[in-house]
């Protein structure tokens, strides 16, 4: 095998991210073959010893999870306090490292993305993809013309400027709305609403990017390919090329 960033290897066989497995080499607690390593150094994941710590960095099968997350879980790997989406995971993916990518509130629904590629989560989470999440979901109360600029235009949080594409269905008493993001901040969705005095009673993540909740059917979690989730994230409708002469007819008629 092709011999890789030490900081790589950390990253896609743990639970610690790319810039932490940086901070730990820069701290002198990685060894690759019981030599110090530093920022630069290489190794071959399967032949040489990597080890933060004392602890060994083992390579693990690469799995890619999809989760129906349940409302009253914290999206996290551990937590001292909280129930967390790990207790609804299968035992025979517990002992491969596997952790959220990005995360859902402990009230939110819906798609989860869980791996332990390192690589494969930083493509889902970095903005330059351009990745957008879909949520339904119920507010009390019918929002206002007004309202609804402000969500399309921008609404001012601590993070800066939070915008979305959303469509409502207005009842009585409440509003059904979906809503389509392209950042991701914590609770961003009910902070906005609660920055125009609307509570949101219930959300749910239907999409991420191609994604779809459905594909789940009733499993709670699910094992998919690599390359069939790749394939999902960025499905998009190619365009039908017009012929030639209907191009000529558009211009005439």
Not at 143 to 156: F, H, M, Y
Not at 180 to 199: C, K, P, S, Y
């Amino acid at each position: 095998m092709v011999k890789v960033r030490v900081q790589k290897i950390i990253c896609n066989n743990s639970s610690v991210s790319r810039r932490k497995a940086e901070d730990l080499i820069r701290e002198g607690r990685v060894f690759v073959n019981g030599e110090v390593a530093v920022l630069g150094s290489v190794a071959d994941p399967l032949v040489d010893e990597v080890r933060v710590d004392k602890d060994v960095v083992r390579v693990v099968k690469k799995v890619y999870l999809l989760m129906n997350k349940p409302a009253g879980l914290v999206t996290s790997v551990f937590d001292p306090n909280e129930r967390t989406i790990m207790s609804v995971l299968p035992d025979k993916f517990k002992d491969l490292n596997v952790y959220p990518v990005g995360r859902l509130d402990k009230d939110t629904t819906g798609l989860l993305i869980l791996t332990n590629d390192g690589d494969f989560a930083n493509y889902v989470m970095h903005p330059s993809n351009n990745i957008k999440k879909t949520y339904d979901g119920v507010c009390l109360g019918n929002l206002s013309k007004n309202d609804i600029v402000a969500l399309r235009t921008g609404i001012k949080l601590d993070e800066g400027i939070a915008k979305c594409d959303i469509k409502i269905i207005p009842s009585v008493e409440q509003t059904v709305f979906e809503i389509v993001l392209e950042t991701g901040w914590n609770r961003q969705i009910r902070r906005m609403f609660d920055a125009l005095n609307h509570e949101v009673v219930s959300l749910r993540r239907i999409k991420i990017g191609g994604l779809s909740l459905d594909i789940l059917g009733n499993n709670v979690v699910k094992e998919f390919s690599k390359e069939e989730l790749e394939k999902r994230l960025n499905n998009k409708k190619k365009k039908k090329k017009k012929k030639k002469n209907e191009i000529i007819r558009c211009l005439f008629f």
